[in-house]
């Protein structure tokens, strides 16, 4: 359905149950959508430690890798090393984390991940002050000279999803909303028709 569908990317939540209370999907599986994908693996950390596994998500065939600005002690030698192993660089952000962090990284990110709700489980209120933070990253963004694209995880929907774009937003990801949704294809066309 999401290789027949608008969807641009497949979104891969990896946690770890350290970093976040809970438990997702291994190397295994995400060999295993790679082989059926015909989009590309869009796979966003919440792990403690990615240094270590970087290159086994480059392996089993992500295409885009991000990491938490939390979770990484040494983040620009990590953003080398996802982009050295052949995937482009994003770092989320939590809730709490400002955007201005990632002031002497961004020229270097090819994607700025706003968590719109506390990384871990889906189904979760979106958090209003996203709405500030993307906007504040796309001026991050734009004033750095940086290419990166903003992308928003988290509570979102027609509604939050509308006002996300109007402020900046560029890569919206709606796994509930779209997954609980009677006609999940149609709701991808109508997130992707926002503007």
């Known amino acids: 359905m999401i290789n027949d569908s608008e969807a641009d990317w497949f979104h891969i939540d990896v946690m770890d149950g350290v970093f976040v209370p809970n ?3 291994g190397f295994p599986v995400i060999e295993a959508i790679k082989r059926h994908a015909k989009k590309p693996l869009d ?13 086994d998500f480059a392996r089993v065939g992500a295409d885009i890798l991000t990491v938490h600005y939390e979770a990484c ?3 620009h030698r990590t953003i080398q090393f996802i982009k050295e192993s052949g995937m482009k660089a994003g770092v989320a952000l939590n809730p709490h ?5 990632l002031q002497d990284i961004v020229r270097e990110l090819d994607l700025v991940l706003v968590m719109s709700v506390n990384p871990g489980f889906g189904g ?5 002050n996203a709405l500030l933070k993307v906007e504040q990253a796309k001026n991050l963004i734009h004033r750095n ?3 990166a694209l903003v992308e928003v995880d988290g509570g979102v929907n027609l509604q939050t999803g509308s006002e996300l774009v109007k402020v900046g937003a560029d890569v919206l990801v709606a796994g509930s909303f779209v997954f609980n949704s009677n006609d999940p294809a149609n709701t991808i066309r109508e997130l992707k028709e926002l503007k």
């Open 23 to 25: 438990i997702s999907f």
């Open 73 to 75: 002690t040494h983040l």
């Open 124 to 128: 979760q209120k979106f958090i209003r």
């Open 43 to 55: 796979v966003h950390l919440m792990i403690q430690d990615p240094d270590k596994y970087i290159q």
């Open 145 to 147: 000279g940086s290419q």
């Open 97 to 101: 984390t400002p955007v201005d962090i």
